[in-house]
Structure formats: C-alpha cells, structure tokens
C-alpha cells in the first residue's frame, strides 16, 4: 500500500509539474511575442523620428536662410549700405553653402539608413506609406533650401553691386 500511495503522489506531482511547464511555456511565448510587436514598434517610431527630425532641421534652416534673405533686401531697399557689411553676408552665404553640404551628406546617410531598415523589418503597409511620405517630404524640404540659397546669393550679389 506504501508504494502505491507513493506512486500516487509522484505521478499526481508530476501532472502538477507538467501542467505549470505548459502554463509557462504558454506565457514565455506570450512575452516573446509582446517583446517583437514592442521591438517593432519601437524600429518605426525611432525612424519616423529620425526623419521627422531631419525634416525639421532642414526646414528650420531653410527658412533662416530666407529670413536673412529678406533682411538683405531691407538693406537694399534702405540703401544700407557698408563694406564690412557686404562681407560679413559672403561669409554668411559660405558658411551657409557649407552646413548645406553637410546636410545633403547627412540625408544621404538617412536614406541609407531608411532603405536598409524597410528591406530588413516587416513593416505594415501603413506604416510603410508614412515613412516615405516623410522620405519624400525631406526631399521637398532640401528643394527648398536650395531656393532660399539661390535667393540668398542674388540679394548678396545685387547688394555687393551698390557697393
């Protein structure tokens, strides 16, 4: 009878055992499948960041560009006119022409990195759409800049003309 009841009791604790195996393999595959949907997320969110805030960067500076675009012609329309003046704006366009250049080198760096990571991640249709629309809005934004520096060296120029 001793050995039955002992028998009993370790095929009862192995179905015990046994059953909280499967319970813990259930949830462990219930965590590595919340781990991948939170590792994706978290790969489109810090793209769409990134992009977003090239965009932004380049928006910003293309803008200041314009605005001392505007503040030359006030310039030239109040016949301000100096030298030291009209220097200081050539050094100002060179230097603009300079961060220009690194920002092109930086969105070549951006593409790279937006190519790389659609061919490798499975992104969603949706989530696809939006990250080219904001890759496409980077393109519109550096475009942009090069008007607003095209602006700023015609106003340098007319305005080192009168001097």
Known sequence: MNKFLCSLVFVLSF?????QSNDSQ???QTLVQRVDSLEHELSYLKL????????????????????KSIAI????????FNSKLGDAYQQYYETCQR???????????????YLI???TYPYSESELKTLKASYN???????????????LKIVIDTYNEFL
């Open 26 to 28: 259930k949830e462990i």
């Open 117 to 119: 990571k659609v061919i």
């Open 48 to 67: 769409t960041y990134e992009l977003n805030t090239l965009n932004s960067d380049i928006t910003m500076f293309a803008n200041e560009v314009y605005t």
């Open 137 to 151: 809005v980077i393109n519109d934004a550096y475009g942009s800049l090069g008007k607003s520096m095209e602006l």
């Open 73 to 80: 012609q006030l310039d030239l329309y109040n016949r301000n």
């Open 99 to 113: 961060k220009k250049q690194s920002i092109s080198e930086l969105i070549e760096a951006k593409k790279t990195l």
């Open 15 to 19: 179905s015990s055992v046994h059953a």
